[in-house]
């Protein structure tokens, strides 16, 4: 189990995209949260299994017509035990 921060930059301010990744998430087992961050951005962290994060990723990429991301930075941090949920703040 591993622990990504994203920084989700693109026209991602509109369109829905926190209650997207909530919902694509939880269909991937993945735990975490979505947040509005800085300059129009959006800040995901994420945390389970590897290749669910890289399909959440390009889940993302791909979009679902209301935003359109144009870049996603990642980093890995630590781990948080026992989350259960992907909420949204």
Partial sequence: ????????SGQVAEGGIRYFAQMKASGLSLTG?????AEGTILLEVQGEK??????KEVL????GFFKV????????SVIENEK???IK
Avoid: Q, T, Y
């Fill in 1 to 8: 189990m591993i622990r990504e921060k994203l920084i989700v």
């Fill in 33 to 37: 949260f979505a947040k509005r961050g």
């Fill in 51 to 56: 290749n669910n994060i890289e399909k959440f």
């Fill in 61 to 64: 990429r791909k979009g679902n």
């Fill in 70 to 77: 144009a870049d996603i930075m990642s980093e890995n941090i």
């Fill in 85 to 87: 949920i992907f909420s």
